[in-house]
């Protein structure tokens, strides 16, 4: 089985009773002589720091941002709008990947016939933009982005070579789950088909179809609710509350009525992976033992089986994009899609392109091993354990102490959980609706970025503390919308005329930024975070010494570097004496003795006294006020 991630010390039961238990993080050990890296924490390797962004909204100076607004009253992004000097500046904000997401062509409400694609229904459009997770040609990007559609996928191309040249790799969705539902490639190479074009839709299920048939009922648009309109009411050849589909054909998010409800995922057709209507899987179950084998076991594993048609198609889709130059994949709702697929693809991917960034949104944790090590995912979203007690926190809903206890249930898995406290799917932290105040995301980001040797997701717009503040249409306040043509007050600013300066940013928004370029640059480049790891909170907590529920702690290190992480979530201001355990004291081998703890954040300097091989150091901290400590010997020691 699976080694847990430990560094066995002398005293580690002892010490892990007073609440100080130590960990090694760096890096995927399997047991197997072909062991696999965890692809951020490779030597000399950087931490992964991932910068999404909707190229729609990013470069969109419009500051109109009508509600329901067209693209001609709002305006739109453009892949072009991301200059050299914009992404010298992401890079330069730290991060190492750019994920674009909503690059794909997805269903929108947009006459693009000239280029002989067809019109979308706005009856199973979400919003007027339309969700970037409806896709309807996997094999070519969003017309409404380029300044040519004609030559949308040779502006991405350009987009994706000026990304490289800024030292960004990149990253794109692919979404397995589901497609919209009047899906059409019309960019595909000639020898594939399109997703259902070979379907015998007369039954519910074959092995070899890509959809679910409701056999013998046509499709039914969703009864409205709470005063809903398409386009908000406006007059539209194509609003006739009917979308020609038959037989029905089941919806996205599983639902297997002809018409499903508003609440479902309407927009988009479920794709069938062979798994039967009763949940059994008609494809070879993959071995339990391949756990501890590596991508080219699962390649060689599946070279000789007979998967499903949908199988096929969605590795071709992943090869065109590898071949383009796509340098990994961000899967949407991964956990909907059963694990041997996974193997499937993720084998094949690695086989072509080894150093492929593979991201996957799940939401079972139950299931998170099985997805690393069966489904050969890089990396999960960690939302259910390590944002969700971060977010109670700040919301005055939950205590530290959560934090440390999810920690200690991923510790053998740390270094695959993406850390992060804001993307598309999340409410903005500066909205009134999660704290109100972006400052109050500081210690977050901080405890976030500095937990393990995984990567930090940056949605953009956050380091300028956007409060998403306005309804957009379908898309509501508190989240930077992902249906409407819009912009983003704070990325204007940012933006001015092409410049990508701090010249019209605020006061505060200027100091933001600032923290976040220091944090995530020195994340991304420090040796101790992808190093070992020692919960510090459970042990000050137990020593009522002024430290609460409202701060946060651990120690990280390596052989160049010892990390003292230190965060206030309180909107207070706390003074405590902090208190090192002797295992830590022991494993830094810190004499007795003066030492300095010096920020790497800011100029703050606490000084450390090692005495009887336990530590101590006075810390006091204003409000959201957190710290990441080098130690080095006292200079006057």
Known sequence: MKKLHSLFIAKLLATSLLGATLFSTGGCTQENSSKETNPSTEAGGEKAVIYQVLPRLFGNTNSTNKPWGTLAENGVGKFSDFTPKALSEIHALGATHIWYTGALHHALVGDYTEYGISNDDPDVVKGRAGSPYAIKDYYSVNPDLANNPAERLQEFQALLQRSHAAGLKVIIDIVPNHVARAYQSLDKPRDLRDFGADDNTQVTYARNNNFYYVVGEDFRVPVAEDGYLPLNGEANDLVDGQFAESPAKWTGNGARSPQPAMHDWYETVKINFGVRPDGSKNFSELPRQYAERDYRAHAQFWADKKVPDTWKKFRDIAHYWLDFGVDGFRYDMAGMVPVEFWSYLNSSIKMRNPDALLLAEIYTPERYRDYLYLGK????????????????????????????????????????????????????????????????????????????????????????????????????????????????????????????????????????????????????????????????????????????????????????????????????????????????????????????????????????EVNNQLGSMKIDLEPFESHIFIITRHPQD
């Open 377 to 608: 995912m890089d990396y999960l979203y960690d939302k259910v354990g390590t944002y969700d007690a971060i977010r109670a926190v700040m919301e005055n809903s939950g205590s530290t102490d959560k934090i440390a206890e999810v920690q200690a249930g991923l510790i053998d898995i740390s270094a695959h959980m993406l850390r992060f406290m804001e993307n598309h799917d999340e409410q903005r932290i500066a909205s009134s609706e999660f704290s109100g105040n972006p400052k109050a995301g500081k210690p977050a980001m901080l405890v976030s970025a500095a937990l393990s040797p995984a990567p930090t997701l940056v949605y953009f717009g956050q380091e300028l503390g956007e409060p998403a503040n306005r309804d957009a249409g379908f898309g509501k306040a508190s989240r930077t919308t992902i249906f409407d043509y819009w912009s983003v007050p704070s990325v204007r600013r940012w933006n001015n005329k092409g410049a990508f300066d701090t010249a019209l940013l605020t006061k505060e928004e200027k100091e933001l930024r600032s923290f976040y370029q220091r944090l995530l640059n020195f994340s991304k480049q420090s040796p101790a975070l992808r190093g070992d790891y020692l919960d510090l909170h459970s042990y000050n907590r137990q020593k009522n010494s002024g430290y609460g529920e409202k701060q946060f702690s651990f120690a990280r290190w390596s052989e160049q570097e010892k990390l003292l992480v230190v965060a206030n979530f309180d909107n207070r201001a706390v003074s405590f004496n902090f208190q090192l355990p002797e295992v830590l004291i022991k494993h830094w081998n810190l004499e007795m003795g003066q030492f300095k703890a010096t920020s790497q954040l800011s100029q703050k300097t606490i000084d450390l």
